[in-house]
């Protein structure tokens, strides 16, 4: 089961949580490369799912802008946030949705 902020994501396909690290590269005048890192890591994720209702749809687009826990099966990740979203009506009753998060490691 996968939820963000308490809302499920139905019939999700198989995706992987991708751990971002966290690098900072700032090229300089002369042609140097400045480089900040951290032993921190962010877990950046995309769920494509599939549902016959569209409340499902519309319960998780009004989380776009909120801070929440992503929930992947007994994991959770703390200060997530929607990145990215797109919905779909692929067939008459029938709707996909992708959307991206991307965690806040402050």
Same mark, same amino acid.
């Given at each position: 089961m996968i939820t963000f902020d308490g809302v499920e994501l139905k019939?999700?396909?198989?995706?992987?949580?991708d751990p971002q690290v966290i690098v900072n590269e700032t090229v300089l005048l002369?042609? &140097?490369r400045s480089l900040q890192s951290s032993s921190e890591t962010a $877990? #950046? $994720?995309t769920i494509k799912?599939?549902?016959?209702?569209? #409340? /499902? $749809?519309?319960?998780?687009?009004? &989380?776009?802008?909120?801070e929440? #826990?992503? !929930? !992947? /099966?007994s994991t959770t990740y703390t200060k997530c946030h929607i990145s990215a979203w #797109?919905? $779909?009506?692929w067939? &008459?009753? &029938?709707?996909?949705?992708t959307v991206g998060f991307k965690q806040d490691t402050t």
């Open positions: 019939h999700p396909e198989p995706f992987e949580i002369s042609g &140097k $877990v #950046s $994720v799912c599939h549902t016959d209702t569209i #409340s /499902d $749809v519309t319960n998780l687009r009004a &989380k776009i802008g909120t929440g #826990s992503l !929930v !992947v /099966d #797109s919905e $779909v009506l067939s &008459k009753g &029938k709707w996909e949705y």
